[in-house]
């Protein structure tokens, strides 16, 4: 059976207090029209940020079937290809990306990303605070064509 190598998912919204209240937020807005199943804009609530990957906090689905993005992706590694998944080890079907759209009401603080050594070492040595693994490759991916 094949499979189709472009298909919908389903992002998830994320609420922080700094996010844009109601639907004069873009990410409730934006989730409002992918007709997420259950989603009603609450004109009370900040919607900060939308995302779409394979983040564990709160994974993506396949909009058709429901299921979790990185279940998906794992039963599917032509779908990733080999270069990605050899270098950033997405054998489990996870990405080495987060993709998010943020709907910003408040100042925010400047955030750092550690490599993935860094993120690994503080995640050991400090998981109450550092809570996975999880480092960024912007650069890295920005620079190179896969």
């Not at 004069?24 to 919607?47: D, H």
Request: proline residues 8%; glycine residues 6%; neutral net charge.
């Amino acid at each position: 059976m094949s499979i189709t190598p472009v298909f919908k998912i389903a992002p998830t919204t994320q609420q922080y207090d700094w996010g844009k209240i109601g639907s004069k937020a873009k990410v409730a807005q934006f989730a409002a029209a992918s007709r997420l199943p259950g989603f009603t804009i609450n004109e009370s609530v900040p919607y900060a940020e939308l995302w779409m990957g394979t983040h564990p906090k709160s994974p993506s689905n396949v909009f058709e079937t429901g299921q979790i993005l990185s279940d998906h992706l794992a039963k599917h590694p032509e779908l990733i290809g080999a270069p990605v998944s050899d270098k950033f080890d997405a054998s489990t079907g996870n990405l080495p990306f987060l993709f998010k759209i943020l709907s910003i009401e408040k100042a925010l603080s400047i955030q750092s990303h550690p490599d993935k050594a860094t993120a690994e070492k503080l995640h050991a040595s400090q998981p109450d605070i550092y809570k996975g693994a999880f480092f960024l490759y912007r650069n890295e991916l920005s620079q190179q064509s896969y």
